[in-house]
């Protein structure tokens, strides 16, 4: 492990921070040479906050509110896949021949296809037929306006639910199948011994697995599985082609719109990497605090 105390800025170190200035000023400078590309950063601000011409309140515009869609849908996503993950995970590691077949073929079948083509298979042939027959826009818009709020808060409003819950579910499916495989790998690494250990005492068998065995695979895969959501952030932009407006969708709405090309996408760039950076950040401080 690094000890920070013996740490020394080394040359090489140097050469490294100064090549990669160097990289960025010849960026920023090739953009206005050559492309003769005029800088408006003082335009991005706006498409963050807006000031109500009627309520003189300020509103999220563009940018804030697909930041939100984006936390929105990687949350439910990941709820969903895990709930998803953890049903294969047990049924491949603990299962039947049957269960574990079929485990194997959700996860070997999903990892091996694009996100990007699930996405559009599932909302075009699988999802919109559901959602046609629950019609859950149509409920939602007999509703309240407080329930009607409450949903738009929690999910989206009535004219963008359909896509919004065919995006989570289709997530949830891609990445529960990587869930399937965590939780897989942690109920096998325990060891034999825990479990004749639980029989030793009196426990049954399925007694033993879900007050010893799962609790002990979960504390396992704890941080990997922190890890995922942020994969899952990630992935979340993929969603944009089915015109859900999360961050990419709205970051390329604003694109067409203006023609800040470079200030949208670096824009965008940098909410990503915030959001995800500081999410990985806390998990190695608690990975590091609590590790076993």
Do not use: H
């Amino acid at each position: 492990m690094l000890n920070k105390k013996n740490y020394k800025f080394t040359l090489v170190d140097m050469a490294v921070v100064l090549v990669l200035i160097a990289a960025i000023s010849f960026f920023f400078s090739r953009m206005g040479s050559l492309l003769d590309y005029k800088w408006e950063w003082e335009l991005i601000p706006g498409y963050f906050l807006f000031k109500d011409p009627v309520t003189g309140t300020f509103r999220a515009n563009m940018l804030l509110t697909g930041f939100f869609t984006t936390i929105r849908l990687s949350i439910w996503a990941t709820v969903l896949g895990f709930i998803l993950g953890t049903i294969s995970g047990v049924m491949g590691a603990k299962g039947s021949f049957t269960q574990r077949f079929v485990s194997r073929l959700y996860v070997e079948t999903v990892r091996n296809i694009p996100s990007l083509v699930l996405v559009i298979l599932f909302y075009y042939f699988v999802s919109s037929q559901f959602l046609d027959v629950l019609r859950l826009d149509l409920w939602l818009r007999n509703q309240s306006d407080v329930v009607q709020g409450v949903v738009e808060f929690l999910l989206a409003g009535p004219s963008r639910i359909n896509a919004f819950v065919s995006a989570v579910a289709a997530l949830a499916i891609y990445e529960g199948a990587y869930i399937s495989e965590l939780v897989r790998g942690g109920i096998n690494g325990i060891a034999r011994g825990q479990w004749e250990a639980a029989w030793s005492v009196g426990l049954s068998r399925n007694k033993t697995f879900l007050l010893v065995i799962l609790p002990q695979a979960f504390r396992r895969v704890a941080f990997p599985l922190a890890g995922q959501f942020i994969s899952t952030i990630k992935d979340s932009a993929i969603v944009s082609v089915i015109s859900i407006q999360e961050l990419t969708f709205q970051g390329m709405e604003l694109m067409a719109a203006t023609f800040l090309t470079f200030e949208i996408w670096i824009t965008i760039t940098l909410l990503y990497f915030i959001l995800t950076f500081s999410l990985s950040r806390t998990v190695a401080i608690l990975e590091k605090k609590f590790s076993w």
